[in-house]
């Protein structure tokens, strides 16, 4: 049956929607890249909470999706910016978070990493040694719970640090006292407004100078970097630039499957949030990379860069609610509500948009299901043909 979904300036338009999804297969381990999706939480819809309080998790349905794309082959990035850290996930609801996924990745087999920051610190400015504390403490969790940690840009940091000296002192001060290599990330102010100057410089060429150093510094502790700028040519430069033994995960939700396919100088893996809803499709298309075939992959990956560039618009850290969203109309979840109330974030000719470009790409596995779905969410709205 046509669905009627709204565009700009209230005006309706009519989408057939498809009757068979692509139904991608698990199949063997990758081999060419190391692949993570950052995996978003499900929120408890019957807690009795404010956007204020703290996070109220379905633990049940968190942990299933992780399952999911485990059973892909996907690692899993967790605690991340995709599950509303720092936005509805607070430090004490990440920790948990962190704990329980790990023990599911152990009783799966299957790969985690997790987010470190310092996020625990809400009460104003915070000094140098506060920094290092914070991101101490939540080192200890991740390590503790046998998972790899990520190292995350702290918004506190940011705030305090005076200039590149401040970020070579604080990294160096936590890499000579972790126990496997951690993965660096690099986060840019599109996704955190915060995090505007990180490294000590308003420039990205400086910056990118000084995360350098931090990695030259300690290559033996960094196992990779995490790159979410936007910008396909730096990430290609600084990639060119890591020490040997030092992966590149492209963070670029505009440009990863240019990014993933490399060229004859390297390549980048991944640590991507769109592969949170394309996670079937994305590991499908690695498979094929690994046996060499490039332009295979990109004919499956590259039709996807429209879904993610719409989901990952400005304000690009609201691409959460769309993430969700498509969770809920695959049927990973039996609702549409976030931590934070963040289910608002979005619009409905928004939502309606990620819905058409999400089901022309076969991305629900019950197509009728996922139609049902949109309709009651246009009821609920009042839209009528």
């Known amino acids: 049956m046509t669905l009627h979904l709204p565009g700009a300036h209230g005006t309706l338009r009519a989408y057939e929607p498809r009757t068979e999804p692509l139904a991608p297969t698990p199949g063997a381990p990758f081999t060419s890249r190391t692949v993570f999706s950052a995996a978003h939480v499900v929120a408890d819809p019957y807690a009795d909470t404010t ?18 794309l485990w059973a892909h082959g996907l690692g899993v990035a967790e ?12 430090w004490a609801g990440a920790a948990e978070l ?45 390590e503790e719970s046998g998972a790899q940690a990520i190292l995350m840009a702290s918004r506190a940091l940011a705030a305090t640090a005076r200039g590149p000296e401040d970020y070579l002192e604080v990294y160096g001060h936590l890499l000579r006292q972790t126990t496997e290599p951690v ?87 991944a640590l991507l949030g769109i592969f ?19 332009d295979g992959f990109r004919a499956l990956l590259d039709p996807t860069v ?7 618009q400005a304000p690009t850290r609201y691409y959460k609610t769309g993430v969700v969203f498509l969770a809920w109309l695959a049927g990973h979840q039996s609702h549409f509500t976030m931590v934070g109330g963040l289910q608002s974030a979005r619009s409905l000719p928004h939502l309606a948009r990620a819905y058409e470009l999400a089901d022309r790409l076969g991305l629900f596995p ?19 043909p």
């Open 79 to 90: 605690a991340m910016d995709t599950a509303q850290r720092g936005m509805g996930l607070d």
């Open 183 to 269: 993965i660096l990330h690099w986060l840019g102010p599109m996704f955190d407004p915060a995090l505007a100057g990180y490294w000590g410089a308003s420039g990205l060429d400086a910056a990118t100078d000084t995360f350098l150093d931090v990695i030259a510094a300690h290559p033996d502790k960094v196992d990779g970097i995490k790159v979410s700028l936007l910008d396909a040519r730096r990430e290609t430069d600084l990639r060119r630039r890591l020490p040997k033994g030092v992966r590149c995960y492209t963070g670029d939700d505009f440009h990863y499957p240019e990014l993933i396919a490399g060229d004859d100088q390297g390549f980048s893996h």
């Open 276 to 294: 949170d809803p394309l996670g079937p499709l994305a590991a499908e298309a690695v498979r094929v990379l690994d046996t060499g075939d490039t």
């Open 98 to 142: 962190i704990r329980r996924s790990a023990a599911e990745a152990k009783a799966a087999g299957g790969r985690i990493a997790c987010g470190v920051g310092t996020d625990q610190l809400t009460d104003g400015p915070a000094t140098l040694a506060e920094v290092r504390a914070a991101y101490e403490e939540q080192l200890a969790v991740v």
């Open 306 to 312: 429209e879904l993610s560039r719409h989901l990952f």
């Open 51 to 68: 956007p204020d309080s703290p996070a109220a998790v379905d633990w049940d349905a968190t942990l299933a999706f992780r399952r999911h």
């Open 366 to 384: 019950d197509p009728k299901l996922a139609e049902d779905r949109m309709r009651t969410l246009l009821h609920l709205y009042g839209v009528t």
